[in-house]
């Protein structure tokens, strides 16, 4: 087959729905959205996929035999994790440490909460716990803060953990010990003792060790972090490879990698479960990143809205800050992800009546893909925001997803008045403007909270709204924001799948050291402990290189970082940090380590925070290696005029704005052109998405036939 004939595909598996981003390589791209399956990940992926075979012509033997890479990115851990069906855990432990899950840490029990509620110690809740207390052992040992061996391994104690747990019914065993990251001797002869029991007792339980899944400090957020890939990884696992087979059986035979939460591909052999956790939203950071150097702006604010959440992460200065210790479902984890915040608000958002108070409250809590809101028809009871949309006349009941799902108003506007409207009793318009009107103020407090937390001037970021139900309450969300400029786009519904297309090939590799430097040290201090930090990057580019030459890259088209996690002494907020040299050979070499470390700890806390007499920690050393794959072209065509033309006016209908219902125009985004300037009130539908331009706003479609919203 002739390679310009090729194409590659994205898939990005949300909550609500499943998007297809398909590039070719003239850069022309096509999308397409199915209804999420949880159920089944493969159902909803490859309805996706062939519903674009057929917007590109083609059958699916043709489009899967013209597929030359296929990118995924999913949910599926995170489910998983959300609703607690993974495997039945036990976890042995170092002795004394059986309450860990339990105790928490105290940021674990806070940390989801908007501002006012941290504040409130009184609504602080702890997670329940991924292993009950039952179902954990302690063993006796102990490794001390230099990795040195102080209590040797009680082995019969593990023999006798072991054969309890499998009477108990596991189906995983963890094995987390004390500073095993340091040295993990007792971890590694432990699981020797426990395979060797599981093996004779019959059985075949699979066993994670807290040195491969997550070798880190902190060992809260390292168990976490294993626990989840001991009870999830099965799932992924699963669902790949039917994913597979069907693509095999289907005629596909090019290239099939994951979505990291870090921000790159990988293959599913290379895969951890708990890297995918945040496979899907980290696609829409991407394309942020993607878009802002697109127009020449280094500060982006990226917020998707779907069926589910939304999701807000930054572009600082052209780069995406990696958090070595992210919140997950209320966990923390030791597991590098992308800092992506998110909330529970999307267009599946169940509105309701709160009993002790009787107010209107909207959220956390969504009606999902199945059975949805009230208006798909799917058996779904709970009034949503999708819902109140419908009823506020934003969304054409007969053109939803393209017409493909027909939305039933009446029974959306029932809903509404039975559970909102009467209980309040207001008018059906006001009840579906209230549940709007707290979901954006909702979401514009969480833009608000993530710039404010990090002490960053909001007028210094453009902010671009995407997802399916982004470009609907857009204008909500930012409304009396000072940004830079706010954007949207054709393909917003699928932008996250269109982010996994400018996503490079990566591997990231991590290894936890407790390194505790003196305030000023003398020149043979920073040389020797340079050589112990040159040890372990050569390691980790070692392992690192060799997985990314087996793939088939040449090493010169492997783009390498140098990371350090490095913090004051005794302060808690540490950075990751970009190092300007591959290698601590001199004491030039170590001074520009901390200069970098000092400029970055500068620019996010001040340089009045810096505390340079009380030395430093390094905690951690990262090494990632990149190639950058074929990008999206997205090609400029003049503009035209500002007047849209005739044929792409569908008509009016009425929809209520701050009060009153108005005549609003509906436009048809295939009819528009750049240059092209909607005034508000109006309406953009698209088959993927609805734009809502309210009164006293216009939008105007550029170059790049990008959508600016803008205040009149």
């Known amino acids: 087959m002739e390679r310009d004939k090729e194409f590659s595909c994205y898939i990005d598996v949300g909550g609500t729905f499943t998007d297809c981003f398909v590039i070719d390589r003239e850069g022309r791209f096509y999308l397409s959205k199915a209804p999420s399956t949880p159920h089944n990940v493969a159902m909803g992926t490859f309805e996706a996929m062939e519903l674009a075979a057929q917007g590109m012509g083609m059958d699916k033997r043709e489009f899967f035999s013209r597929l030359n890479f296929l990118g995924f990115g999913s949910t599926i851990v995170l489910n998983a994790l959300l609703t607690r069906r993974g495997r039945r855990c036990g976890m042995l432990i170092t002795k004394g440490f059986e309450d860990l899950l339990l ?132 799932i992924l696992i699963h ?136 208006s798909y028809g799917k058996g779904g009871s709970k009034t949503t925001v999708t819902d109140a949309d419908l009823v506020l006349g934003y969304i054409n009941p007969d053109y939803f997803i393209g017409g493909r799902i027909k939305l039933n108003k009446q029974k959306a506007e029932e809903a509404l008045k039975k559970q909102i409207a009467d209980p309040l009793k207001i ?86 050291l407790n390194m505790i430097v003196p305030p000023f040290p003398p020149q043979e201090t920073k040389l020797e402990l340079g050589q112990r930090i040159n040890k372990i990057w050569t390691e980790l580019e070692g392992n690192a290189l060799s997985q990314v030459l087996e793939e088939g890259f040449s090493r010169d088209e492997i783009f390498v970082r140098y990371l350090a996690q490095v913090r004051f002494g005794r302060q808690l907020q540490d950075l990751i940090v970009t190092s300007p040299v591959s290698r601590i050979n001199s004491v030039a070499d170590w001074d520009a380590l901390i200069m970098a470390f000092e400029k970055d700890y500068s620019e ?31 090609k400029k065509r003049e503009k035209q005029s500002e007047k849209p033309s005739i044929a792409s006016i569908k008509g009016t209908r009425q929809a209520f704005f701050d009060g009153q219902l108005y005549a609003t125009t509906i436009y048809h985004s295939k009819g528009l052109v750049p240059g092209n300037l909607m005034k508000g009130p109006a309406i953009i539908e698209d088959p993927t998405t609805t734009f809502v331009i309210p009164p006293a706003y216009y939008m105007e479609m550029d170059e790049y036939s990008s959508l600016w919203l803008k205040r009149a």
């Open 239 to 374: 669902a790949l490879n039917d994913m597979e087979n069907i693509l095999e059986r289907d005629g596909f035979r090019g290239t099939f990698q994951i979505m990291q939460s870090s921000g790159g591909l990988t293959p599913p052999r290379h895969l951890k479960a708990v890297e995918t956790l945040q496979s899907g939203p980290v696609g829409g950071l991407l394309g942020s990143k993607f878009v802002g150097e697109m127009y020449g702006h280094s500060n982006i604010i990226g917020t998707d809205m779907g069926g589910t959440s939304f999701d807000v992460g930054l572009v600082n200065k052209g780069e995406i800050n990696i958090n070595r210790e992210p919140v997950v479902a209320r966990f923390i984890l030791g597991m590098p992800t992308a800092e992506i915040l998110s909330i529970g608000a999307g267009g599946g958002t169940i509105a309701y009546i709160d009993q002790l108070t009787g107010r209107l409250g909207v959220g956390p809590e969504s009606a999902g893909a199945d059975p949805g809101p009230v």
């Open 604 to 634: 996010q806390y001040s340089s009045a925070a810096k505390y340079p007499e009380a030395g430093y920690e390094i905690l951690d050393l990262s090494f990632t290696c990149s190639v950058y794959l074929a990008q999206p072209k997205i």
């Open 103 to 234: 105790m928490e840490r105290g940021k674990q029990t806070w940390t989801e909460y908007d501002r006012i509620d941290r504040m409130h110690p009184v609504t602080h809740r702890h997670v329940a716990p991924l292993i009950p207390k039952t179902l954990i052992r302690g063993v006796t040992e102990r490794i001390d803060a230099l990795g040195k061996p102080i209590i040797s391994l009680y082995e019969h104690e593990v023999a006798k953990g072991v054969t309890e747990l499998i009477g108990q019914g596991i189906e995983a065993l963890v094995i987390c010990f004390l500073w095993s990251f340091l040295n993990d001797d007792h971890e590694r002869r432990a699981a020797n003792i426990a395979k060797n029991i599981i093996t004779e007792a019959g059985n075949n339980i699979p066993i994670f060790l807290s040195v491969d899944i997550s070798p880190v400090l902190r060992e809260l957020s390292r168990a976490n972090a294993t626990i989840i890939e001991a009870s999830t990884s099965h």
């Open 427 to 512: 008018e059906l318009v006001e009840a579906a403007w209230g549940v709007r009107e707290i979901i954006d103020i909702r979401m514009k407090e969480t833009i608000m909270g993530l710039i404010a937390a990090r002490g960053l001037e909001i007028s210094n970021y453009l902010l671009l709204g995407f997802g399916g139900a982004g470009p609907v309450h857009i204008a909500g969300y930012t409304k009396d924001l000072p940004l830079k400029g706010i954007l949207t786009f054709p393909y917003s519904s699928v932008f996250s799948a269109f982010g996994a297309s400018t996503s490079p090939y990566q591997r990231y590799f991590t290894k936890a």
